[in-house]
């Protein structure tokens, strides 16, 4: 018996937070589209992130590409018809312990400034007052904006995202080139459309590589550790402490979840170093955390690239065929003007971005390192 076929003006692979905002861009410009996804709505790289959103970006490009989706998503309930989401400006604020560090952030904070981001530096005396509990002794200065902040339920963000669309449960197993058009052997049958995105995490390059297009995205653990709700607000802005390799923030439903930023190797073997990495910067810094139970170890994985920025794009000598890849965390955070950007790219409209962030850049020596990654 023939597989099933089925078509579509543009498919999409992958039901992460990018591949879903792609569709919900390209189904607002009025091109039917199908997203195949072969575990669940944001079970990838998006399953595991939460829900942040920030301005304070390392390049222009990225404060750019942070304003327009801060903007959507503190709109997120009203586009898209689910009233109880919600975004919470508490702030993230990076503490410096030396004065290279602190350099290094204010100089951040310039470029943030020329691209629109109301960032500051900060005392060490102000830093106490914005996140109450902070230990100020050892710091020399801090960054803050008060416009960076969290969707609430992101995991329910990205849910409300895919109802507005047509996702199917299918794993890709080729991306193949049709007479003009693209094919895709799935599970679930075979998908033609004139166009297809591949917005599929790590896995894009695996799925793009039989067609002679190597890609460097490569898999890069990531391990947080979070407590129980803890019914007291004990931490308001999110604090990042690059000298300490220390991140900790209270989330909406109550959990703290503090970070080893520099955590690396086997967490069966490593995770009691980093516990103890943990335990010394909250000594240090955020005593009031000092009795909170982290007993819960969650790991998961950045899909990053050498610049830490992601490939976006049509593919070269690949008509039709598009990427939407290795994101390095900040997928979500970044997701609805990305989307707005890749579905034009699709329509054939080329984006400055797109031009930056397209898949050449490496070999070309085009870099755009972002330095501002946590």
Same mark, same amino acid.
């Given at each position: 018996m023939a597989a099933s076929r089925s078509s579509a003006d543009v498919l999409v692979v992958g039901a992460g937070v990018v591949g879903l905002s792609i569709a919900l861009a390209l189904r607002t410009r009025g091109a039917q589209v199908v997203v195949l996804e072969r575990a669940g709505v944001g079970e990838g790289q998006s399953g595991i992130? !939460?829900?942040?959103?920030?301005?304070? =970006?390392?390049?222009?490009?990225?404060?750019?590409?942070?304003?327009?989706?801060?903007? =959507?998503? %503190?709109? #997120?309930?009203?586009?898209?018809?689910?009233? %109880?989401?919600?975004? +919470?400006?508490?702030?993230?604020?990076?503490?410096?312990?030396?004065? *290279?560090?602190?350099?290094?952030? #204010?100089?951040?904070?310039?470029?943030?400034?020329?691209?629109?981001?109301?960032?500051?530096?900060?005392?060490?005396?102000?830093?106490?007052?914005?996140?109450?509990?902070?230990?100020?002794?050892?710091?020399?200065?801090?960054?803050?904006?008060?416009? +960076?902040?969290?969707? +609430?339920? !992101?995991?329910?963000?990205?849910?409300?995202?895919?109802?507005?669309? +047509?996702?199917?449960?299918?794993?890709?197993? #080729?991306?193949?080139?049709?007479?003009? *058009? =693209?094919?895709?052997?799935?599970?679930?049958?075979?998908?033609? #459309? !004139?166009?297809?995105?591949?917005?599929?995490?790590?896995?894009?390059?695996?799925?793009?590589? !039989?067609?002679?297009?190597d890609l460097p995205i490569e898999l890069e653990p990531r391990h947080l550790f979070l407590s129980p709700p803890i019914r007291e607000r004990l931490l308001g802005p999110l604090v990042v402490a690059p000298e300490l390799r220390f991140a900790a923030k209270q989330l909406h439903g109550g959990r703290v979840l503090a970070s080893d930023l520099g955590a690396a190797g086997d967490p069966e073997t490593e995770a009691p170093a980093w516990r103890r990495n943990v335990r010394a910067a909250i000594s240090d810094l955020l005593p009031i955390l000092e009795y909170v139970e982290l007993a819960v170890l969650v790991s998961g994985a950045y899909d990053v690239t050498p610049d830490r920025q992601p490939i976006l794009g049509p593919l070269p000598g690949h008509d039709g065929l598009h990427v939407a890849a290795g994101f390095s965390g900040h997928g979500f955070m970044i997701a609805p003007a990305v989307g707005r950007i890749v579905a034009g790219g699709v329509a054939g409209e080329r984006d400055t971005v797109l031009d930056i962030l397209d898949s050449r850049r490496f070999q070309e020596g085009r870099t755009v390192p972002e330095p501002q990654v946590i």
């Amino acid at each position: 018996m023939a597989a099933s076929r089925s078509s579509a003006d543009v498919l999409v692979v992958g039901a992460g937070v990018v591949g879903l905002s792609i569709a919900l861009a390209l189904r607002t410009r009025g091109a039917q589209v199908v997203v195949l996804e072969r575990a669940g709505v944001g079970e990838g790289q998006s399953g595991i992130q !939460p829900g942040g959103i920030r301005l304070q =970006w390392g390049t222009t490009l990225n404060c750019r590409l942070a304003i327009e989706s801060r903007a =959507w998503w %503190t709109t #997120a309930g009203e586009r898209l018809d689910a009233p %109880t989401l919600a975004f +919470d400006s508490c702030g993230y604020l990076f503490v410096a312990h030396s004065e *290279a560090v602190l350099e290094r952030l #204010a100089a951040a904070v310039r470029l943030q400034n020329a691209a629109g981001v109301p960032s500051r530096v900060v005392s060490p005396m102000e830093a106490g007052s914005l996140v109450p509990g902070l230990r100020t002794e050892s710091l020399v200065g801090a960054t803050y904006c008060a416009e +960076d902040g969290y969707m +609430d339920e !992101p995991r329910a963000a990205i849910a409300a995202i895919a109802r507005q669309l +047509d996702v199917r449960h299918a794993t890709v197993d #080729a991306v193949l080139p049709d007479g003009g *058009a =693209w094919t895709l052997d799935t599970t679930a049958g075979r998908f033609t #459309a !004139p166009s297809v995105v591949v917005a599929a995490g790590a896995d894009t390059r695996a799925l793009v590589g !039989p067609l002679g297009v190597d890609l460097p995205i490569e898999l890069e653990p990531r391990h947080l550790f979070l407590s129980p709700p803890i019914r007291e607000r004990l931490l308001g802005p999110l604090v990042v402490a690059p000298e300490l390799r220390f991140a900790a923030k209270q989330l909406h439903g109550g959990r703290v979840l503090a970070s080893d930023l520099g955590a690396a190797g086997d967490p069966e073997t490593e995770a009691p170093a980093w516990r103890r990495n943990v335990r010394a910067a909250i000594s240090d810094l955020l005593p009031i955390l000092e009795y909170v139970e982290l007993a819960v170890l969650v790991s998961g994985a950045y899909d990053v690239t050498p610049d830490r920025q992601p490939i976006l794009g049509p593919l070269p000598g690949h008509d039709g065929l598009h990427v939407a890849a290795g994101f390095s965390g900040h997928g979500f955070m970044i997701a609805p003007a990305v989307g707005r950007i890749v579905a034009g790219g699709v329509a054939g409209e080329r984006d400055t971005v797109l031009d930056i962030l397209d898949s050449r850049r490496f070999q070309e020596g085009r870099t755009v390192p972002e330095p501002q990654v946590i």
